[in-house]
């Protein structure tokens, strides 16, 4: 299988990347909520539509 990672662009996780090998194409192309250590608030990461689905931006905190 080969490796696939998303980086994450803006926001707290900035240059990181998270390791989405074994993830369903699907869960690729929505993005996340995650978690940021010292925040009580997630992190939300989504691909642009239309753009490449491994390039996930920031779009702000998420409150639960």
Avoid at 22 to 48: L, M, S
Wanted: a negative charge; hydrophobic letters at 30%; charged letters at 25%.
């Amino acid at each position: 299988m080969t490796a696939r990672t998303v980086n994450f662009l803006g926001g707290p996780l900035d240059g990181h990347e998270l390791d989405t090998t074994d993830w369903p194409i699907d869960d690729i192309t929505t993005g996340v909520y995650h978690v940021v250590h010292g925040w009580e608030a997630r992190a939300e990461y989504t691909p642009d539509p239309d753009g490449d689905p491994h390039r996930w931006h920031y779009r702000g905190p998420v409150w639960d």
